[in-house]
């Protein structure tokens, strides 16, 4: 019993939590890795792009709500989803249209369109705060277990308990869903080997007549719509606050440069580990130890490495071992 109990604290706050997370990191970073890997520069404003995202899904979530319109036991934020994706991507097109466009024509050096892109998350994050303010947004709403810990123990008998929240289940069903139609989409579809053949040799695609302002604004298109549902998957799971997902750009990046910067497949292997590697070395195992080992051998202290104020340096320190030792990343992308 002791071991389905430390199993169980485990799977509780580290397992469930951690692939939540990961899949969360994984969408944001298959944005990231698609513009990496056609247009040939880190988007800076990736994560601004996520909370602006997340900011339209909540307004026409707030409209729903006022028109009394829900969606049962499901967060009504997924109702409002593809609207909010839709001025995402319209956006987002925009500022390619009235920013990037003119640089790329002008053939500038990626290092050039880095710094243009920080000049965009400024500009976004602005927008963001002006218009539905800095404060934490809990948006979440129906049902909100999918099963409850005291459930869990009615089943098993158990001293601890288990419970799976309804955003968590959400999440893990979207990525799976997500990561199963773009591997399809890029490997089986017509435009997915355009881009991947722009992405491998851009003048070789261009004589076989692809049209790269299409493959362009499909990129943008996707990083958009896979960068507003990891905003709204992390907004439910945790709360929406705009300069929450400015930090997570670190993470973001750190798990596309792991998986291999440019591949989308790296790119979900990136985010889990980023994820466990964070919640792995924060984690307090006290109470996991205590169960597993005699008590003479149990830890006076907490059992944690750091705390969580050093989520961020984790995944700084991750990346840096990566780009020292491996800078292709595990399914060797491109160079970072």
């Given at each position: ?302 059992a944690q490495l750091l705390t969580t104020d ?27």
């Amino acid at each position: 019993m002791d071991l389905l109990n430390a199993l169980v604290v485990f799977a509780n706050f580290v397992l469930l939590p951690g692939i939540t997370y990961g899949a969360q990191l994984a969408l944001g970073a298959l944005g990231a890795t698609l513009v990496y890997g056609i247009l040939r520069f880190s988007n800076f404003a990736h994560g601004d792009t996520m909370a602006f995202g997340t900011m339209a899904t909540i307004l026409v979530m707030w409209l729903l709500q006022a028109a009394g319109i829900g969606f049962g036991s499901l967060p009504t934020a997924l109702l409002a989803l593809p609207a909010g994706i839709v001025v995402a991507v319209l956006f987002v097109l925009a500022t390619d249209r009235l920013v990037y466009r003119y640089y790329r024509r002008s053939k500038v050096n990626s290092l050039t369109l880095v710094m243009v892109s920080l000049g965009v998350m400024f500009v976004m994050n602005g927008i963001v705060r002006t218009i539905i303010g800095v404060d934490d947004r809990q948006f979440a709403d129906g049902a909100r277990f999918v099963f409850t810990a005291a459930q869990f123990r009615e089943w098993t008998g158990l001293t601890e308990s288990l419970a799976l929240r309804t955003t968590q289940a959400v999440t893990l069903v979207v990525i799976v869903l997500v990561v199963a139609w773009l591997h399809w989409f890029l490997r089986r579809t017509r435009t997915g080997k355009s881009m991947r053949a722009f992405s491998d040799n851009e003048n070789l695609a261009l004589l076989s007549g692809v049209n790269p302002e299409r493959v362009v604004m499909i990129v943008w298109m996707l990083s958009a719509a896979l960068a507003t549902l990891a905003g709204v998957l992390y907004g439910l799971d945790k709360s929406f606050r705009p300069f929450t997902y400015f930090q997570l750009l670190l993470p973001i990046f750190a798990a596309a440069v792991v998986g291999g910067f440019g591949s989308p497949l790296g790119a979900v292997a990136g985010g889990f580990v980023i994820a466990f590697s964070e919640i792995f070395v924060t984690y307090s195992f006290k109470k996991v130890f205590g169960y597993l080992l005699p008590v003479d051998w149990q830890p006076d202290g907490l059992a944690q490495l750091l705390t969580t104020d050093y989520k961020v340096a984790v995944s700084f320190t991750v990346l840096v071992l990566v780009l020292l030792f491996r800078p292709t990343g595990i399914f060797r992308g491109k160079s970072a």
